[in-house]
């Protein structure tokens, strides 16, 4: 089982608004495998590439992660505009995905990582925007977190804490936190916990050599 290219003809874009990402529309006819196709019109957020970082301090078993504003999440019927969420940002036009996952940390944490690993890429929601998602584990020290952090010239403020990863996965199994990078990255590191100690000695000895 895995993703296939489609056979696809694509026209566009067409620019329908600029805002902090662009906004296309496409018209694509899609031709299927019985010999059949469609024609569709479809509109798209272009959002690119992304990183997202966990935080992560193995000696004490902590999680690190920020609480953040979000007007989608307000606007929603329960209200949960205060996220609880893991460290993510765009990745700058020539970035290295991994410096730009090093550097979100320290704007979004106020604390530098000693060391990011890569768990794991997705796309958000495809149906939507073509932001691709690159995941790391940043491993650092929760006990240097500042009360609050955030890149000042982007008006964003955010509010890094640790808690010990069993509180964070039991947060996620009870719907506490609804926000989709956060949740796919504890999954992640629940189903990889055992190794962890593995992964980041071989992470450590890659980066001495």
């Not at 991994?98 to 890569?118: F, N, Q, S, Y």
Request: charged share 25%; with cysteine; net charge negative.
């Amino acid at each position: 089982m895995e993703d296939r290219p489609a056979r696809v003809d694509v026209e566009g874009p067409e620019l329908l608004a600029k805002g902090f990402r662009p906004y296309e529309r496409y018209r694509v006819v899609l031709h299927h495998d019985d010999g059949t196709s469609d024609t569709q019109v479809r509109d798209i957020v272009r959002g690119g590439r992304v990183v997202g970082v966990l935080g992560y301090d193995p000696g004490r078993e902590l999680v690190v992660l920020i609480r953040q504003f979000r007007l989608t999440a307000h606007l929603l019927p329960q209200g949960r505009g205060e996220m609880v969420e893991i460290v993510a940002g765009l990745v700058e036009p020539g970035e290295d995905p991994e410096a730009a996952a090093v550097r979100e940390c320290i704007e979004e944490t106020g604390v530098e990582p000693r060391l990011v690993l890569p768990m794991l890429t997705f796309t958000p929601t495809p149906g939507v925007t073509d932001e691709f998602a690159l995941m790391y584990l940043g491993i650092l020290d929760a006990g240097a977190l500042p009360a609050r952090a955030g890149a000042r010239d982007e008006t964003e403020m955010t509010q890094p804490f640790a808690v010990p990863v069993d509180e964070a996965l039991a947060a996620i199994a009870q719907g506490r936190c609804i926000n989709g990078f956060l949740i796919l990255a504890l999954q992640w590191l629940a189903l990889n916990r055992a190794r962890l100690p593995e992964l980041i000695a071989a992470a450590e000895i890659e980066a001495r050599s």
